[in-house]
């Protein structure tokens, strides 16, 4: 995995809110009639089923359950106008 893995999906999010193409899932997030709601239930679904994978020990499903909350937390700072560098800004104050 390259280092800039996440500045990349973050681009592609980014467009996706940009242009809205039909077949996209990420753009679907930004037009849902539920409007963040749908970002936010959907977090809160994968966070459930990293918690049962962890309490089951099952690291495959623990990574990739991991990389859904990743993936909607980057839709989610997308849909309140922030990016990348206000993530990294909040956890470098924190080391």
Same mark, same amino acid.
């Given at each position: 995995?390259?280092?800039?893995?996440?500045?990349?999906?973050? !681009? $592609?999010? #980014?467009?996706?809110? +940009?242009?809205?193409? /039909?077949?996209?899932?990420? =753009?679907?997030?930004? %037009?849902? @009639?539920?409007?963040?709601? !749908? $970002?936010? #239930?959907?977090?809160? +679904?994968?966070?459930? /089923?990293?918690?049962?994978? =962890?309490?089951?020990? %099952?690291? @495959?499903?623990?990574?990739?359950?991991?990389?859904?909350?990743?993936?909607?937390?980057?839709?989610?700072?997308?849909?309140?106008?922030?990016?990348?560098?206000?993530?990294?800004?909040?956890?470098?104050?924190?080391?």
């Amino acid at each position: 995995m390259t280092d800039d893995v996440l500045d990349e999906l973050f !681009a $592609v999010i #980014e467009d996706r809110k +940009e242009n809205l193409p /039909e077949d996209s899932y990420t =753009a679907s997030l930004f %037009d849902h @009639e539920k409007g963040e709601n !749908a $970002v936010l #239930e959907k977090l809160g +679904e994968e966070t459930t /089923e990293l918690l049962l994978a =962890a309490k089951d020990d %099952d690291r @495959e499903e623990i990574a990739h359950e991991s990389a859904d909350i990743v993936y909607h937390l980057l839709v989610l700072l997308a849909m309140k106008d922030m990016d990348l560098a206000d993530l990294r800004d909040e956890l470098a104050e924190r080391r």
